[in-house]
C-alpha cells in the first residue's frame, strides 16, 4: 500500500531528549512502575494538581530550551515536497506542543496531545490520526524514539520506524540516526 501519512511524536523525535526524567520523578514523588501521568492521576485531588503543575513546567522548560534535532528543517522542506499528510502525536500537553511546532515553523495537518485521548503507549492517539486522515494502519508510518512509541504503533498496527540517540544501542526495529536519513530509509519512489 502506497505511504499516505507520516505521524511524528515530538520530544526526542523532532527535538533533542531534554527532560531528566529521574529529576521529573523525584520532583513528584513518583515511583518507577508507572508512567509519570499515570502516577499522578493515583493521588488525591490536591497532590494531582501541583504534581501536574510540576509536570508542566518541565515540559515546557523542554519546549522553550531543547534544541531541534539535526536536519528537521531540511526533512520539512524535503516532506513539502511530497503529497503525504503529517501529524504530530506526543503525550506533552497541548501547550508545550504548540510552542514547539511555533518555535521551529513546523507544518502538520493534525497535532495531537495529550488532552486528546489515551497516552502512548495505548494505540488511542495514533488511531485518532487514522480516522482523521480516513487512511488505513498500513498506509501511515510512525516515526518516534522511545519504548511507548514503539508499543502505541504495533497496538494500531501502523508501521513504526525508531529514532535512535546511540548507534551502539542494538535496535529491535527499523532504525535510523539522524534526520535527514528518514526518507531514503521509507523509500518513497514509486
Same mark, same amino acid.
Given at each position: 500500500?502506497?505511504?499516505?501519512?507520516?505521524?511524528?511524536?515530538?520530544?526526542?523525535?523532532?527535538?533533542?531528549?531534554?527532560?531528566?526524567? %529521574?529529576?521529573?520523578?523525584?520532583?513528584?514523588? +513518583?515511583?518507577?512502575?508507572?508512567?509519570?501521568?499515570?502516577?499522578?492521576?493515583?493521588?488525591?485531588?490536591?497532590?494531582?494538581?501541583?504534581?501536574?503543575?510540576?509536570?508542566?513546567?518541565?515540559?515546557?522548560?523542554?519546549?522553550?530550551?531543547?534544541? +531541534?534535532?539535526?536536519?528537521?528543517?531540511?526533512?520539512?522542506?524535503?516532506?513539502?515536497?511530497?503529497?503525504?499528510?503529517?501529524?504530530?502525536?506526543?503525550?506533552?500537553?497541548?501547550?508545550?506542543?504548540?510552542?514547539?511546532?511555533?518555535?521551529?515553523?513546523?507544518?502538520?495537518?493534525?497535532?495531537?496531545?495529550?488532552?486528546?485521548?489515551?497516552?502512548?503507549?495505548?494505540?488511542?492517539?495514533?488511531?485518532?490520526?487514522?480516522?482523521?486522515?480516513?487512511?488505513?494502519?498500513?498506509?501511515?508510518?510512525?516515526?518516534?524514539?522511545?519504548?511507548?512509541?514503539?508499543?502505541?504503533?504495533?497496538?494500531?498496527?501502523?508501521?513504526?520506524?525508531?529514532?535512535?540517540?546511540?548507534?551502539?544501542?542494538?535496535?529491535?526495529?527499523?532504525?535510523?540516526?539522524?534526520? %535527514?536519513?528518514?526518507?531514503?530509509?521509507?523509500?518513497?519512489?514509486?
Amino acid at each position: 500500500m502506497t505511504l499516505q501519512a507520516i505521524f511524528f511524536d515530538m520530544d526526542g523525535t523532532l527535538t533533542s531528549p531534554w527532560i531528566d526524567w %529521574t529529576k521529573l520523578r523525584t520532583a513528584i514523588g +513518583a515511583t518507577d512502575g508507572l508512567g509519570i501521568i499515570d502516577y499522578v492521576e493515583t493521588l488525591p485531588p490536591p497532590q494531582q494538581e501541583q504534581a501536574k503543575a510540576v509536570v508542566r513546567e518541565f515540559e515546557m522548560d523542554a519546549a522553550r530550551l531543547a534544541p +531541534a534535532n539535526p536536519g528537521l528543517a531540511d526533512l520539512f522542506t524535503r516532506l513539502d515536497e511530497l503529497p503525504l499528510r503529517r501529524a504530530l502525536i506526543t503525550n506533552n500537553h497541548r501547550a508545550a506542543m504548540n510552542l514547539v511546532v511555533e518555535r521551529y515553523e513546523l507544518s502538520f495537518d493534525l497535532c495531537l496531545s495529550r488532552e486528546d485521548g489515551v497516552l502512548k503507549p495505548a494505540p488511542d492517539l495514533l488511531l485518532i490520526a487514522l480516522r482523521h486522515f480516513d487512511i488505513d494502519p498500513e498506509a501511515a508510518v510512525f516515526v518516534g524514539d522511545g519504548r511507548y512509541d514503539r508499543v502505541a504503533s504495533a497496538a494500531a498496527g501502523v508501521r513504526y520506524v525508531h529514532l535512535s540517540h546511540d548507534r551502539d544501542q542494538p535496535e529491535q526495529e527499523e532504525t535510523f540516526y539522524h534526520l %535527514t536519513e528518514l526518507l531514503p530509509l521509507l523509500d518513497l519512489s514509486e
